[in-house]
């Protein structure tokens, strides 16, 4: 587990997913996404993250409140392996529900993994990337310390999708442990 001040990023349980079928089914949250989720294609991506989770040992966490112990989301890593110059490549990536948006929950989750990346040198760096018009998600890439990269078209979708043009960031975590040892 990694714990914020306010927020506990945990292992996953079954009981999460009907909660995230909910923020998956919410238009406002997937409205930089292809499309809504069904209960089936939660599940589904349910069991790739606790996939992950089991080859990797870390992956994308479930986010509770501490406040109430409610449920509000993902943060944390995902293995990329699309056709893209800078692929294969490791992820950081949120997903909340909206009414948590705004909050600076995002923010402080992505910053407490990034630490526990560092710590245990689990990958010297991590990309993120979103469509150019997500800019609440753009912002927390630059909140979190990320580099812009440039642009791409994200070839999981067709030519001419809205969504295709998409912001790259990265992010160098080998730098930063060097700099720690030696300051």
Same mark, same amino acid.
């Given at each position: 587990m990694i714990e914020t001040e306010r927020l506990v990023l945990r292992? &996953?349980?079954?009981?999460d997913i009907l909660p995230f079928a909910e923020i998956n089914r919410d238009k406002d949250v997937m409205e930089y996404l292809p499309k809504c989720l069904s209960l089936e294609e939660t599940e589904q991506f349910y069991n790739r993250i606790i996939a992950e989770h089991d080859s990797y040992g870390y992956g994308l966490?479930?986010?509770?409140?501490?406040?109430? @112990?409610s449920f509000i989301g993902?943060?944390?890593f995902h293995h990329f392996d699309f056709d893209a110059e800078?692929?294969?490549g490791v992820e950081i990536g &949120?997903?909340?529900a909206r009414?948590? &948006?705004?909050? @600076?929950?995002?923010t402080e989750a992505a910053k407490a993994c990034l630490d526990y990346a560092k710590q245990h040198r689990l990958f010297n760096e991590i990309y993120s990337?979103?469509?150019v018009c997500n800019h609440r998600s753009e912002r927390v890439m630059q909140k979190i310390g990320m580099e812009q990269l440039g642009f791409f078209s994200h070839p999981a979708l067709p030519i001419g999708h809205k969504l295709k043009p998409h912001v790259l960031y990265k992010l160098n975590l080998c730098h930063n442990i060097e700099m720690e040892i030696y300051s």
């Open positions: 292992p &996953w349980r079954e009981d966490y479930a986010v509770e409140a501490k406040s109430d @112990g993902y943060v944390g800078f692929s294969p &949120w997903r909340l009414k948590f &948006w705004c909050q @600076g929950y995002a990337f979103t469509t």
